[in-house]
């Protein structure tokens, strides 16, 4: 039995599922987000204005990629995205 080829995210289906809100956070990315207090708008904002800057194919479980959005105040917001099981963004863990 052949498996399935895993699907990397882009950005137009990254763009989608924040303006729907279907998407989920890992738990290491809401601990994150808590801890820098990244507001949900704030991550959904960056989601949509954002650009993928880097592809990780090789993720496990699903390939990912890196995103960059901005805050309002101009600062950087870096999200890794993957393409989940189920078709939904993952937001697995950002930075500034």
């Not at 289906?13 to 890992?26: D, K, P, Q, S």
């Not at 204005?49 to 090789?58: Q, S, V, W």
């Not at 699903?62 to 101009?74: A, K, N, Q």
Request: net charge positive.
């Amino acid at each position: 039995m052949t498996k399935a080829k895993k699907q990397r995210p882009n950005i137009r289906f990254i763009r989608e599922h924040a303006e729907t809100g279907r998407y989920r956070l890992t738990g290491h990315a809401v601990m994150a987000r808590l801890r820098r207090n990244i507001a949900t708008t704030q991550l959904r904002l960056a989601l949509l204005n954002g650009e993928i800057i880097e592809h990780y194919p090789d993720d496990e479980p699903y390939p990912s990629c890196l995103v960059l959005g901005w805050f309002e105040s101009g600062d950087p917001l870096h999200i890794v995205c993957s393409r989940g099981g189920n078709g939904t963004v993952i937001a697995c863990r950002y930075g500034l």
